[in-house]
């Protein structure tokens, strides 16, 4: 390195003496707004505040205010805002599904961090797939980047009861089916549960994987959690500001914080919090991003036997305002190191100091809402990895199983982990709503519920809609849930007891394929095995009469859903696209 060298990489743009040509052809352009040359020339980090936020986003659209903390913070401390628009991702709002929108985002922040003047990066994450995409793009580039929530919406109320967002319109749903309320009242009763700016109030996909970029140290302790309207969540955003300045001053970059330790750690939390069955997905795909390995086999090891200590909906009770006041994440980490189950508390967080000093002292400030390490809601609440002659492998959150439905599948006392059943199955989404109150289909309380064609190559991007509800004659009989299994997601606000994400998918030669309605299905819920009773000779001609042993998948209605789903990697790896690990830390190598 001569001492020429511009130490940022954005010097390389603004002020490189060896180049003035276009030096002055860069600079020019930034100039044109009101930026001077002393702030782009003098050597001040010039950090970049991924913006998520717009109208088409409303979960995130409150970033829009807080940026301008986050910028107030930059300055401070030094340094020099550009403000870059990131691909919008909405959850509820996105056809076919926001999560095909995940890995476009990611490529698009990618080129822009990569190919711009950017020394350091404010993610501005919330909205389910805005943190996993957002995240994904920092360990790529690997420039100093930190996390920024949103933070959650206020909790919804309806006729003093707590509604959640997204975990209400099941409840709805249900009374809906079943005649209890009109269709006035189901838009009231679903409404009731987005009183104000932020994201999903309940411990959905969006909680979890804000207080997992937290738990990964990608935050400032006690960020994840702050409701979207509180003054702490503008303080905090400054205090971003200030820190990411601070982060790239000492080079401290996305590799050396999530690393796998700090991945063993998110997956120990998950547990405690009851984080969405999503997760893996995007933690798999954000560590094959940092060159990690990362499977479904971790969660099952490392997370089922952790308990579960966050009385959130749709596993609890409260919502986002509740796990604030009672401490939020870094109360959740206290009672797991004070009770020896963080496995790695000495990793370095996004504050420069480790998850112990940050969290240790901590403890809950409302044992109902987080309860002690020693009173928990449930004693195993990660995930399962189960495997068999339907899948490779398929996520399911047992902590979720109800009284009922223990009570009806997993009663007979000389086999009390397994059941079985008929197999109803179903291609698709608009196939399982045209027909799941066909009566002619004899569906009763011992059939299994199977969804194919809803994985990222089938649908594309992966539906969520593997928690597929009985027909409405069971529901009134009392039945509110069947066991259901599918290659497609289930909504992180649902509680039902699913068996998800399951690889390879029906459209990629996965053994779901083949079953077919009426099969007996068998699942174990001890040996973690699931598999269809069909003789191998059965199996290899159903195959045979298959395309390529998979099922067709819709057309693609957009040139993205044809590249996405000639790269896309199964659920098991993260979704992530094919070839895209091996451009990590591309901004230092070029
Ligand atoms: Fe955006 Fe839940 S829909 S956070
Ligand atoms: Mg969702």
């Known amino acids: 390195m001569s001492d020429k060298t511009p130490k940022l990489r954005s010097q390389a743009w603004f002020n490189n003496p060896d180049d003035q040509e276009m030096t002055a052809l860069y600079l020019e352009r930034y100039l044109n707004y009101g930026l001077t040359r002393e702030e782009l020339q003098s050597g001040k980090p010039i950090i970049g505040i991924a913006q998520t936020g717009s109208d088409l986003s409303p979960c995130n659209r409150h970033h829009i205010e807080l940026s301008k903390r986050v910028r107030d913070g930059v300055i401070a401390a030094g340094?020099?805002?550009?403000?870059?628009?990131?691909?919008?991702?909405?959850?509820?709002?996105?056809?076919?599904?926001?999560?095909?929108?995940?890995?476009?985002?990611?490529?698009?922040?990618?080129?822009?961090?990569?190919?711009?003047?950017?020394?350091?990066?404010?993610?501005?994450?919330?909205?389910?797939?805005?943190?996993?995409?957002?995240?994904?793009?920092?360990?790529?580039?690997?420039?100093?980047?930190?996390?920024?929530?949103?933070?959650?919406?206020?909790?919804?109320?309806?006729?003093?009861?707590?509604?959640?967002?997204?975990t209400i319109i099941w409840k709805a749903r249900e009374l809906h089916a079943a005649g209890e309320i009109d269709d006035d009242g189901f838009m009231d009763l679903v409404a009731s549960s987005t009183p104000s700016v932020g994201y999903c109030n309940t411990m959905g996909t969006a909680t979890t994987m804000n207080s997992l970029a937290e738990a990964l140290g990608m935050q400032l302790p006690g960020s994840a959690a702050i409701p979207a309207p509180y003054r702490e969540r503008g303080q905090i955003s400054y205090q971003t500001g200030k820190r990411i300045v601070e982060m790239v001053n000492d080079d401290l970059r996305p590799s050396q914080i999530m690393t796998r330790e700090a991945f063993e750690n998110a997956i120990v939390i998950n547990s405690a919090i009851g984080g969405s069955t999503n997760a893996p997905i995007h933690l798999n795909g954000i560590a094959k991003h940092l060159g990690l390995s990362l499977t479904n086999d971790d969660w099952q090891s490392l997370g089922h036997k952790v308990p579960l200590l966050v009385n959130l909906q749709p596993a609890g009770e409260y919502l986002g305002e509740d796990y604030h006041r009672a401490g939020g994440v870094p109360a959740v980490i206290g009672e797991l190191i004070g009770?020896?189950?963080?496995?790695?508390?000495?990793?370095?967080?996004?504050?420069?100091?480790?998850?112990?000093?940050?969290?240790?002292?901590?403890?809950?400030?409302?044992?109902?809402?987080?309860?002690?390490?020693?009173?928990?809601?449930?004693?195993?609440?990660?995930?399962?990895?189960?495997?068999?002659?339907?899948f490779?492998?398929?996520?399911?959150?047992?902590?979720?199983?109800?009284?009922?439905?223990?009570?009806r599948y997993l009663s007979n006392p000389d086999d009390p982990d397994a059941f079985e059943g008929r197999a109803i199955v179903f291609d698709g989404p608009e196939d399982f709503h045209a027909r799941i109150d066909d009566e002619s289909l004899g569906i009763d309380a011992h059939c299994i519920l199977i969804m194919r064609g809803a994985g990222p190559k089938g649908y594309p991007g992966g539906a969520e809609v593997v928690n597929m509800r009985p027909p409405a004659y069971l529901l009134k009989q009392g039945i509110h849930a069947l066991p259901c299994v599918g290659d497609g997601r289930q909504s992180g606000t649902s509680g039902s007891p699913s068996i998800?994400?399951?690889?390879?998918?029906?459209?990629?030669?996965?053994?779901?394929?083949?079953?077919?309605?009426?099969?007996?299905?068998r699942i174990d819920l001890?040996?973690?095995?699931?598999?269809?009773?069909?003789?191998?000779?059965?199996?290899?001609a159903r195959r045979a009469k298959l395309t390529n042993g998979s099922i067709d998948?819709?057309?693609?209605?957009?040139?993205?859903?044809?590249i996405f789903r000639e790269k896309v990697q199964p659920f098991s790896e993260g979704m992530t696209l094919e070839g895209a690990a091996k451009y990590q830390d591309i901004a230092r190598k070029h």
């Open 79 to 166: 340094g020099t805002v550009i403000e870059i628009p990131v691909h919008p991702i909405q959850e509820t709002g996105k056809r076919p599904t926001a999560m095909l929108d995940r890995n476009l985002a990611y490529l698009s922040l990618v080129e822009t961090l990569y190919g711009y003047p950017i020394d350091g990066v404010v993610l501005n994450i919330g909205c389910d797939k805005t943190t996993p995409a957002l995240l994904m793009a920092a360990a790529t580039v690997n420039i100093p980047a930190i996390a920024l929530s949103v933070g959650p919406m206020l909790n919804g109320w309806f006729k003093g009861q707590r509604t959640g967002s997204g």
């Open 500 to 521: 998800l994400n399951a690889s390879p998918e029906a459209a990629d030669g996965g053994g779901l394929a083949l079953v077919q309605t009426g099969d007996t299905i």
């Open 553 to 562: 998948a819709p057309e693609s209605q957009s040139p993205w859903q044809e």
């Open 526 to 540: 001890g040996a973690c095995t699931a598999d269809m009773h069909v003789p191998e000779n059965e199996l290899a």
């Open 339 to 390: 009770a020896g189950l963080l496995p790695h508390p000495d990793v370095i967080t996004a504050n420069g100091k480790t998850m112990a000093k940050n969290c240790e002292d901590l403890r809950t400030g409302n044992p109902d809402v987080i309860r002690a390490a020693d009173a928990p809601l449930v004693k195993d609440a990660g995930f399962i990895n189960l495997k068999g002659n339907l």
């Open 392 to 407: 490779d492998s398929a996520i399911m959150k047992t902590s979720v199983i109800s009284k009922e439905f223990r009570d």
